[in-house]
């Protein structure tokens, strides 16, 4: 049973895919700058290929009309400072990067613009001054907000009964985890649900961590998006199905290493949009004066292989309004 919607964000991309070499002074070929996270490109798997998809759909081709310029700091916070820096000594004409390497980037540079994708809360990260007017040198996308967050907790809440206890994983070292505990706290509590925040610093910490869940008598998990628990998919989604933990994962890549259910926006279409908004700035926009985006359409991803293994039903309307179910 397939109905996959790719997200479909406001102000959706032209129906012409623009060259935007042609806005360049002859001879200029704009430099991109991009920050990631992990420690290679092979590590940001899915999210770098589309990336460079995003380029090619907008009429870049590295190389001929634009060089790319990627750092990979491997989830150091060190290694985050200095790599921002060093892109901004190149003067590029934008930088780029997700939740927390925007952050390092807009602490090097208040002037050169910036491009974000996956952020939690621009506002609250000091990014932008509003959602409609950033007012700065950032602007970009957001996926996550409380709606967001409230909605897979009231999942979980359809699919276990008596649910109470859910757990919330994060990472305190990444600077956008402060975020998603007070927004997850806060559905939480207009749900009737308790939230308890547990932290795992280091992939070695997490069976810690879901020990501690269990000794808690947690009913479910869901965690921070991004950065290290990305990361860490794979032995999240084993642990919480070793614990007997139903587990809402928060984009298809985080479903798919084996989580009961994701609910998010399209995370792949979203980072080949992304570069429409550098497209845009290349041809004279002000970051200040785009506003920023949110998905319009979530997917929501069913697993029945792993509710029966946790034994669990899931309700027939949550079935019949999932995007993809795998039986």
């Not at 208040?110 to 994708?117: D, Y």
Request: with cysteine; proline share 6%.
């Amino acid at each position: 049973m397939r109905r996959r919607e790719f997200v479909t964000l406001i102000g959706g991309a032209a129906a012409a895919w623009p060259l935007g070499a042609l806005a360049q002074p002859a001879g200029k070929i704009p430099l991109v700058g991009y920050l990631w996270h992990a420690a290679s490109a092979e590590e940001e798997g899915p999210y770098y290929n589309a990336l460079l998809e995003g380029f090619a759909r907008y009429g870049y081709t590295p190389g001929r009309n634009v060089i790319l310029e990627h750092r990979f700091p491997n989830e150091n916070r060190e290694q985050f400072k200095r790599m921002a820096a060093e892109l901004v000594s190149l003067n590029p004409d934008v930088l780029m990067g997700g939740a927390i390497g925007s952050s390092y980037l807009k602490q090097a540079t208040s002037t050169i613009p910036i491009v974000f994708m996956f952020v939690p809360d621009p506002v609250g990260l000091k990014l932008v001054e509003s959602i409609a007017r950033p007012g700065g040198n950032a602007t970009g996308l957001v996926t996550f907000g409380r709606d967001l967050v409230g909605k897979r907790l009231q999942f979980l809440k359809e699919i276990v009964a008596g649910l109470s206890r859910v757990a919330l994983l994060i990472n305190s070292d990444q600077p956008t985890s402060r975020v998603f505990v007070d927004e997850t706290q806060a559905a939480g509590t207009e749900l009737g649900i308790s939230i308890q925040v547990f932290d795992a610093r280091s992939q070695d910490a997490l069976t810690r961590a879901f020990d501690s869940m269990t000794q808690s008598q947690m009913q479910g998990v869901i965690t921070a998006s991004g950065g290290t628990i990305f990361q860490w998919r794979e032995t999240i989604a084993k642990l919480a199905l070793e614990r007997r933990l139903p587990y809402c994962a928060f984009s298809r890549e985080t479903f798919e290493v084996g989580a009961l259910m994701s609910y998010g926006a399209d995370q792949i279409e979203m980072c080949r949009y992304s570069v429409s908004y550098v497209d845009k700035i290349l041809k004279g926009a002000k970051p200040s004066e785009l506003p920023v985006q949110q998905p319009t359409k979530l997917e929501t991803l069913i697993n029945l292989k792993v509710a029966k293994a946790l034994g669990v039903t899931i309700p027939p309307k949550l079935l019949y309004t999932a995007n993809e179910v795998i039986e």
